[in-house]
């Protein structure tokens, strides 16, 4: 079962321009984490944002997370065509299995 | 340091045939796992290995699918019979310890005609 709905299923930008990308999940959490996957390729991890934190960053990414909405935000500033992936969140309680949403497609074009 | 790797990274086989897939995880990792990944889906969990020891089965269709990791370092997984609704990339992960950060391998695609 897929905890997680990554909103939206796909989005297209121009290099420069930032990209934000949603997460909605279900059950209490201990920790929600995105990843990128490029196509064809395995999944990377990008960023670990724990239940007691609201916000962090990493390089150009910016990941919030609101547990009273159930919800995580991916911003990705600057983007270039590099970023063009598909992103993922995943949830984790405890030390369990790590629940994937169904991914956003995200297409920047030079 | 060396990733996880797989092989094979391409599978075209007929339903009802038998397949496996073989994972080599990063060195001193202790937890492996095994997704899969349907087109257009996320990936979901088959398999969660501690060591050589199973932690989590509860996706695994047992009746075609089945997995080991004999050494606590290699594994494979096995598809028999394969089913159409098998067609899918299959992911190897793994993490130093159970919760932490999975780094993933490059899959197998799978196709079953």
């Known amino acids: 079962s897929q905890q997680g709905e990554e909103d939206p299923q796909a989005l297209s930008i121009q290099e420069g321009e930032n990209a934000t990308m949603n997460c909605s999940y279900k059950?209490?959490?201990?920790?929600l984490q995105w990843y990128r996957q490029n196509s064809g390729r395995g999944l990377v991890h990008l960023i670990l944002i724990r239940s007691n934190e609201r916000e962090k960053h990493s390089g150009r990414l910016r990941v919030t997370l609101d547990t009273s909405k159930k919800s995580s935000s991916l911003l990705i500033t600057a983007s270039r065509a590099a970023d063009t992936a598909s992103y993922f969140c995943?949830?984790?309680?405890?030390?369990?299995?790590?629940?994937f949403g169904t991914g956003t497609r995200l297409l920047v074009s030079p | 340091e060396a990733g996880v790797a797989q092989s094979p990274r391409y599978k075209i086989i007929e339903k009802r045939q038998s397949v496996a897939f073989w994972c080599n995880p990063i060195?001193?990792?202790?937890?492996l796992y095994w997704y899969q990944q349907i087109l257009g889906q996320g990936p979901k969990l088959l398999i969660q290995?501690?060591?050589?020891?199973?932690?989590?089965d509860s996706q695994l269709p047992k009746d075609r699918f089945s997995a080991e990791r004999l050494k606590g370092v290699d594994s494979t997984l096995k598809i028999q019979p394969a089913k159409l609704e098998d067609s899918a990339v299959y992911l190897c992960a793994s993490s130093l310890v159970p919760g932490g950060t999975q780094y993933f391998g490059p899959g197998t695609r799978l196709l079953v005609l």
């Open positions: 995943a949830t984790q309680t405890g030390f369990q299995k790590l629940v």
């Open positions: 060195s001193g990792h202790a937890t």
């Open positions: 290995f501690q060591n050589n020891g199973v932690v989590d």
């Open positions: 059950t209490s959490i201990n920790n």
